[in-house]
């Protein structure tokens, strides 16, 4: 045992096109993550973000290599329902409100009415949407679809969140928020998490590492700390420090795409 | 902003206003020009006028509605029974492949055999009125319910059926929760389809001269001579009347059954 909670052991993911062609969506990638760390996955389209992200989920198989969770398969993970996911679009159920959206994984986990209603009162005070429980998706903001998405997740209490591009569909303002948003729901129910983006600013402002991958194919190229003071606040972005690591991760890019 | 002429009702009544107008107006003078300008015989067979219909209409409301509600009542019967048989297969379908494959060719070549052919012989072999009508009712309108629920039982997309997967759900709650709700869209575009339909079908099936219904009422006026004529087109007209009705029924119940639906498809304009 090394203490880590993911181990990712030279994982390879070679796709096979239809063409017969193939495509090496990840290469010999490793990487441990610790218990309640945040870390970012970071690259430019294709690096192969969301297939690692889906191979940890269980959505995938790896080509080679070893991911344990807890010391579990992702499919032992999976089936005990122990991570939450979010995907870049909110995928909510139009036919449901959002308090019976927020319900479905408990529903599915067959809860008793009384404890749904308890966990997704707690969920919508945690997004702040307690005053939208009855509302459909359709009557919602994107950024509002997205809290939804974050509660529904959370709702089953998992130790781990994956999440993929959750908020890359959002104009910048509404990032920004959610952004902060995100870090005080992590603060205040410590989580790990697992956030996949493309956004350099986005991965620093939330992140204790990121990891910069690489396309073509896709590779580990960087592991960089964050060592920003938290709680961080949005005047931060503002600050020297921040603006050096910013500048850092796009030279780990800059040196690697040369 | 351009300020529009009149209240919201008038505007939205105007396009189907000036529809009737035109409608009645080519009408009354098609049957001017056939009763009037050209040789007399049997003038008023072809095409009477159209108030004189209405008012044969209004006068035998009553027995025609009579015929017409054992028309829809048992084109009703077959329909919920077309419906729970297209529905049922639709998901046996989309539950197995080898079930798709085993049924897929049935079902394209149910839709080969012409209704106009298969009402006479199913008659023929049940002798029944009533039985025949359900039966050819039922027949018309599983396809079409069919077919749309199963594509709307493929409809939902891959992040929603990875996000049951990623929850562990098991199959049949993948169908309770999403497939059968995204379906429902589907299922009711089938229904409309398949609602008047189903109508036809039992009208067809009088026409081989059952004991009653808006069919057998067609059929007979069409040789009673002068007046038959009015009684004819009025009865027409109740035949027409029942299929809007029907379809009418299941669009309320659409409204009814999915509002989400019929909201998020407003909102698409
Ligand atoms: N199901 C698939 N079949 C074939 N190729 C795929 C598939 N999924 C992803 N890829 C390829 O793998 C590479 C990485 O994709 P992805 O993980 O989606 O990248 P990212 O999320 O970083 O944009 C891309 O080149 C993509 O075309
Ligand atoms: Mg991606």
Redesign the interface.
């Known amino acids: 045992m090394s203490g880590a909670m993911i181990e990712i052991k030279d994982v390879n993911k070679v796709f096979k096109n239809t063409s017969g062609s193939e495509t090496v969506a990840l290469e010999h990638v490793s990487l441990d993550v610790g218990e309640g760390e945040f870390l970012s996955l970071l690259g430019p389209s294709g690096c192969g973000k969301t297939t690692l992200l889906r191979i940890l989920?269980?959505?995938l198989a790896p080509t080679s290599g070893r991911v344990t969770i807890k010391d579990k398969t992702p499919k032992d993970v999976?089936?005990l329902?122990e991570?939450g996911?979010v995907?870049q679009?909110p995928?909510l159920?139009?036919?449901r409100t959002v308090r019976k959206n927020i319900c479905?994984?408990l529903?599915?986990?067959k809860k008793s009415k009384q404890e749904q209603k308890v966990r997704a009162d707690k969920m919508l005070e945690l997004v702040g949407l307690e005053e939208y429980a009855d509302y459909?998706p359709?009557q919602l903001s994107g950024g509002m679809q997205q809290r939804v998405g974050i509660a529904r997740a959370l709702a089953?209490q998992p130790q781990l969140l994956l999440m993929d591009e959750p908020f890359s569909a959002l104009d910048e303002f509404t990032r920004e928020k959610l952004n902060e948003d995100l870090l005080r729901i992590w603060r205040n129910t410590n989580k790990t998490v697992i956030f996949v983006t493309h956004n350099i600013s986005e991965s620093v402002f939330l992140s204790d590492r990121v990891c910069v991958l690489s396309p073509h194919p896709g590779r580990l190229s960087a592991i960089i700390d964050v060592d920003l003071p938290r709680p961080r606040r949005a005047d931060m972005r503002g600050t020297p420090e921040f603006a050096a690591l910013v500048a850092k991760i796009r030279n780990s890019f800059e040196g690697d795409l040369a | 902003m351009k300020k529009k002429a009149g209240p919201a009702w008038w505007r939205k009544a105007i396009v189907p206003a000036v529809w009737v107008a035109a409608f009645v107006l080519i009408w009354e003078l098609a049957a001017f020009v056939l009763t009037q300008l050209l040789p007399p015989t049997l003038a008023i067979q072809k095409l009477p006028f159209l108030h004189n219909i209405a008012v044969t209409f209004v006068s035998n409301f009553f027995s025609l509605l009579e015929s017409g509600w054992v028309t829809l009542s048992k084109s009703f019967v077959g329909f919920g029974i077309g419906a729970a048989v297209g529905f049922l297969l639709a998901v046996l379908m989309s539950w197995s492949k080898v079930m798709e494959k085993l049924a897929f060719p049935y079902l394209i070549i149910s839709q080969m055999i012409p209704i106009l052919g298969l009402a006479p012989i199913v008659y023929n072999i049940v002798r029944d009125g009533d039985v025949s009508r359900i039966l050819i009712s039922a027949y018309i309108t599983f396809f079409p319910i069919a077919a749309n629920t199963l594509s709307g039982l493929k409809s939902s997309?891959q992040?929603?059926r990875?996000?049951?997967?990623?929850?562990?759900?098991k199959k049949p709650?993948v169908y309770r929760?999403?497939l059968l709700?995204?379906a429902?869209p589907h299922l009711f575009t089938g229904l409309k389809i398949a609602a008047p339909m189903s109508v036809t079908a039992a009208i067809v099936v009088e026409l081989l001269g059952t004991s009653s219904g808006i069919g057998v009422k067609i059929l007979y006026t069409l040789y009673y001579g002068a007046n038959g004529a009015l009684m004819f087109w009025s009865s027409i007209l109740m035949a027409a009347l029942l299929g809007i009705t029907s379809y009418y029924i299941v669009f309320w119940a659409e409204r009814l059954c999915?509002p989400?639906?019929v909201?998020?498809r407003k909102?698409a304009g």
């Open positions: 989920a269980d959505l999976r089936l329902r991570f996911i995907f679009n995928v159920f139009d036919w479905l994984p529903e599915i986990m459909y359709a089953i | 997309g992040d929603e990875d996000l049951m997967f990623a929850y562990a759900a709650t929760k999403l709700p995204s429902l999915i989400w639906a909201a998020a909102k």
